[in-house]
T-cell receptor, first 115, second 115 residues
Framework: AQTVTQSQPEMSVQEAETVTLSCTYD???????LFWYKQPPSRQMILVIR??????QNATENRFSVNFQKAAKSFSLKISDSQLGDAAMYFC????????????FGKGTKLTVNP | DTGVSQNPRHKITKRGQNVTFRCDPI?????LYWYRQTLGQGPEFLTY????????KSRLLSDRFSAERPKGSFSTLEIQRTEQGDSAMYLC?????????????FGAGSRLTVL
């Protein structure tokens, strides 16, 4: 079974600085998708960024970018120019490419942004 | 686009009672998902519908859990004979398929507390 591991339960960053959240996963599949979701306190989860495993180019969305290392099964999220509104739980998630719609989530990393 | 709506937002019940949660997805989304999130954990997949058909179901979904999506619109998740271990946030999400991985839009969740 696929597993997703987020080894940092909590991280903190100064406003305007850069922070990297780690995620590793375990799978025997070659085709799959990876996601980072953000869950602000008492608010719904929203997609931050996604990566298709067949794409070698790392995904970017404005201040958010990923470092996708397929061989190492690593998928880290970099947040540049951190803002107070970035404070949230961040979940890494995996979805296989074999037709299952199931997302497997990590336990999350709580990000605090200090002014 | 009014987002994914979940009701009730909070439910407190006594052990052994039945509870039902409702999810109204985004109107043009034909896919609907239920996840369960316990404190300190990432969401766990429960089940998935495409239109009215329940296509995937987790082993986490015991016989006490049932989900329906009549007419492919709203969905209900019923838990019979609730147990304290059922206390969790129940998240609903919906998506519209396009090329590549589906992007899920989550609701705010329904929090269940079983006394």
């Amino acid at each position: 079974a696929q597993t997703v591991t987020q080894s940092q339960p909590e991280m903190s960053v100064q406003e305007a600085e850069t922070v990297t959240l780690s995620c590793t996963y375990d799978t025997s599949e070659s085709d799959y998708y990876l996601f980072w979701y953000k869950q602000p306190p008492s608010r719904q989860m929203i997609l931050v960024i996604r990566q298709e495993a067949y794409k070698q180019q790392n995904a970017t969305e404005n201040r958010f970018s990923v470092n996708f290392q397929k061989a190492a099964k690593s998928f880290s999220l970099k947040i540049s120019d951190s803002q107070l509104g970035d404070a949230a739980m961040y979940f890494c998630a995996y979805r296989g490419g074999g037709g299952s719609e199931k997302l497997v989530f990590g336990k999350g990393t709580k990000l605090t942004v200090n002014p | 686009d009014t987002g994914v709506s979940q009701n009730p937002r909070h439910k407190i019940t006594k052990r052994g009672q039945n509870v039902t949660f409702r999810c109204d997805p985004i109107s043009e989304h034909n896919r609907l998902y239920w996840y369960r999130q316990t404190l300190g954990q990432g969401p766990e997949f429960l089940t998935y519908f495409q239109n009215e058909a329940q296509l995937e179901k987790s082993r986490l979904l015991s016989d006490r859990f049932s989900a329906e999506r009549p007419k492919g619109s709203f969905s209900t998740l019923e838990i019979q004979r609730t147990e304290q271990g059922d206390s969790a946030m129940y998240l609903c999400a919906s998506s519209r398929r396009y090329s590549g991985a589906n992007v899920l839009t989550f609701g705010a969740g329904s929090r269940l507390t079983v006394l």
